[in-house]
């Protein structure tokens, strides 16, 4: 009877032993699946996923924002782990190739404006990281996107597959082992997640980047992305690794530059949420970067200009009856001098930037100071607020043109100039492109070509017939 107790109770703690370890495990399990999808929350942060997946005041990552390109808007898609309308049935392998080869689970081709030529560098522990928190930790939304419509033949999505031929790269990132453990960070954010080449390097006819030119400044729809190379004068050279962290952190540093536009919502929604350690490893790329020289950059772009006031000018002067004629001391002391002050220094308390000694000032590519003037800036993170209002309802192209060249003038760099035409064109959204021409001139020779050929071979078949 003894005997039978102790084995009753031996195979009771057997069992509860057993239980035991089934519940740690599934304890073990459920805490590293949510540590898998925090890594993968702050890979999607790093790699600023929202910016295009969102729509303003819409459901995150549900997809539907327009981006503008030169061959037409391109909608984003839903990324949400919706079953009917995101991507809730990818697997595992379909979601990578979407993120680094630009195919979907339906084999179609998606569109470079989805950077997946610098995701392919993404490693497969931060795909699988990214898979876990697109699955599991995001809400999922049942509302489909509106699909892209680009016009011929950009509408044909094969023809990607040709392009990807050419100008994907599907090597993921490999170490430099002749550098440190934090350059080679820093060089996989910049170059993968991160996705800076997408906007800051140049692109070539068919939109491709010209890496020839890498980080040597882009252009981003109506925005202009600064070279952000090594160069002293037209890169980051003359920067230090603090002042770059600055910027990506605040969105601002001083006496150098500010964010706005496309920019801004890069620091706002991904750069200022990365950790310290990410940040200091990017800074420490970045200045390393093979320098891109701008001939017309014949000073730090950062390094123009002082301060000045000739507002007195101006002092019981009339205002001419067309306010077109305006002067630009006039534009600057009716517009600007209430918070940059009349000798352009800023704001007293640093909030509102000084216009000398400042980036946006010193570019002989004008487009950001225009677009700034159009738009103006408005950014609120989570302790403070900038607010600079855009007169795109309130000046004309000629206001906007003579304030600029008032500006340049006084603060800015001298090569510099804004145009009439030049302020109407990004009013109007940019410049229209001439590829979608060139690419049917260039399918229709390729018939003719081919018409040619097949005419050509069926003649010397007769020939050798008779």
Same mark, same amino acid.
């Given at each position: 009877?003894?005997?039978?107790?102790?084995?009753?109770?031996?195979?009771?703690?057997?069992?509860?032993?057993?239980?035991?370890?089934?519940?740690?495990?599934?304890?073990?399990?459920?805490?590293?699946?949510?540590?898998?999808?925090?890594?993968?929350?702050?890979?999607?942060?790093?790699?600023?996923?929202?910016?295009?997946?969102?729509?303003?005041?819409?459901?995150?990552?549900?997809?539907?924002?327009?981006?503008?390109?030169?061959?037409?808007?391109?909608?984003?898609? /839903? $990324? =949400?782990?919706?079953?009917?309308? +995101?991507? !809730?049935?990818?697997?595992?392998?379909?979601?990578? *190739?979407?993120? %680094?080869?630009?195919?979907?689970?339906?084999?179609?081709?998606?569109?470079?404006?989805?950077?997946?030529?610098?995701?392919?560098?993404?490693?497969?522990?931060?795909?699988?990281?990214?898979?876990?928190?697109?699955?599991?930790?995001?809400?999922?939304?049942?509302?489909?996107?509106?699909?892209?419509?680009?016009?011929?033949?950009?509408?044909?999505?094969?023809?990607?597959?040709?392009?990807?031929?050419?100008?994907?790269?599907?090597?993921?990132?490999?170490?430099?082992?002749?550098?440190?453990?934090?350059?080679?960070?820093?060089?996989?954010?910049?170059?993968?997640?991160?996705?800076?080449?997408?906007?800051?390097?140049?692109?070539?006819?068919?939109?491709?980047?010209?890496?020839?030119?890498?980080?040597?400044?882009?252009?981003?729809?109506?925005?202009?992305?600064? /070279? $952000? =190379?090594?160069?002293?004068?037209? +890169?980051? !050279?003359?920067?230090?690794?603090?002042?770059?962290? *600055?910027?990506? %952190?605040?969105?601002?540093?001083?006496?150098?530059?500010?964010?706005?536009?496309?920019?801004?919502?890069?620091?706002?929604?991904?750069?200022?949420?990365?950790?310290?350690?990410?940040?200091?490893?990017?800074?420490?790329?970045?200045?390393?970067?093979?320098?891109?020289?701008?001939?017309?950059?014949?000073?730090?772009?950062?390094?123009?200009?002082?301060?000045?006031?000739?507002?007195?000018?101006?002092?019981?002067?009339?205002?001419?009856?067309?306010?077109?004629?305006?002067?630009?001391?006039?534009?600057?002391?009716?517009?600007?001098?209430?918070?940059?002050?009349?000798?352009?220094?800023?704001?007293?308390?640093?909030?509102?930037?000084?216009?000398?000694?400042?980036?946006?000032?010193?570019?002989?590519?004008?487009?950001?100071?225009?677009?700034?003037?159009?738009?103006?800036?408005?950014?609120?993170?989570?302790?403070?607020?900038?607010?600079?209002?855009?007169?795109?309802?309130?000046?004309?192209?000629?206001?906007?043109?003579?304030?600029?060249?008032?500006?340049?003038?006084?603060?800015?760099?001298?090569?510099?100039?804004?145009?009439?035409?030049?302020?109407?064109?990004?009013?109007?959204?940019?410049?229209?492109?001439?590829?979608?021409?060139?690419?049917?001139?260039?399918?229709?020779?390729?018939?003719?070509?081919?018409?040619?050929?097949?005419?050509?071979?069926?003649?010397?078949?007769?020939?050798?017939?008779?």
């Amino acid at each position: 009877m003894k005997l039978m107790t102790r084995l009753h109770v031996n195979f009771g703690a057997i069992v509860l032993a057993l239980v035991n370890l089934n519940v740690c495990a599934a304890a073990a399990s459920d805490t590293g699946n949510a540590d898998l999808i925090k890594r993968g929350e702050y890979l999607a942060t790093a790699g600023d996923c929202i910016a295009c997946h969102s729509t303003p005041n819409g459901k995150p990552m549900a997809g539907g924002l327009s981006l503008p390109t030169p061959l037409g808007p391109i909608i984003s898609t /839903n $990324i =949400t782990p919706s079953k009917t309308n +995101g991507i !809730g049935n990818y697997t595992l392998e379909q979601f990578s *190739d979407a993120l %680094r080869k630009g195919v979907r689970a339906d084999g179609r081709h998606l569109y470079p404006a989805m950077p997946y030529t610098s995701y392919a560098k993404v490693s497969d522990d931060d795909v699988q990281a990214l898979y876990a928190y697109f699955m599991q930790g995001v809400a999922p939304v049942d509302v489909s996107a509106p699909a892209t419509a680009l016009p011929f033949p950009f509408n044909l999505r094969i023809s990607m597959a040709a392009w990807n031929l050419l100008y994907l790269d599907k090597q993921p990132f490999t170490p430099d082992a002749s550098k440190s453990q934090e350059w080679n960070r820093g060089a996989y954010l910049t170059l993968g997640l991160a996705h800076c080449s997408t906007c800051h390097t140049p692109r070539n006819m068919l939109m491709a980047e010209n890496l020839s030119r890498e980080l040597g400044g882009g252009e981003v729809g109506t925005w202009h992305a600064p /070279n $952000i =190379t090594s160069d002293v004068n037209s +890169g980051v !050279g003359g920067w230090s690794e603090q002042e770059i962290i *600055d910027y990506m %952190r605040l969105g601002h540093t001083a006496n150098k530059a500010q964010a706005a536009g496309p920019m801004a919502e890069a620091v706002d929604n991904s750069l200022r949420h990365l950790n310290d350690a990410d940040l200091h490893a990017i800074a420490v790329y970045l200045k390393t970067v093979p320098a891109q020289h701008d001939a017309a950059d014949t000073s730090p772009v950062y390094a123009f200009g002082a301060a000045a006031d000739d507002l007195n000018s101006i002092r019981g002067v009339a205002l001419p009856a067309d306010t077109n004629q305006m002067t630009g001391p006039q534009l600057y002391d009716a517009q600007c001098a209430t918070c940059h002050q009349a000798r352009g220094q800023g704001s007293f308390d640093g909030g509102l930037p000084p216009l000398f000694h400042n980036t946006a000032l010193g570019r002989v590519n004008t487009n950001n100071l225009v677009m700034v003037m159009l738009e103006g800036v408005q950014r609120k993170n989570d302790t403070s607020e900038v607010l600079m209002p855009g007169f795109k309802n309130a000046l004309s192209d000629q206001q906007i043109a003579t304030l600029g060249n008032y500006l340049i003038k006084n603060y800015g760099n001298p090569a510099a100039s804004v145009s009439v035409e030049q302020v109407k064109t990004l009013r109007a959204g940019g410049a229209s492109s001439n590829l979608v021409t060139a690419a049917r001139a260039g399918i229709g020779a390729l018939i003719i070509v081919i018409i040619a050929l097949f005419f050509a071979f069926s003649r010397r078949k007769r020939r050798n017939a008779a």
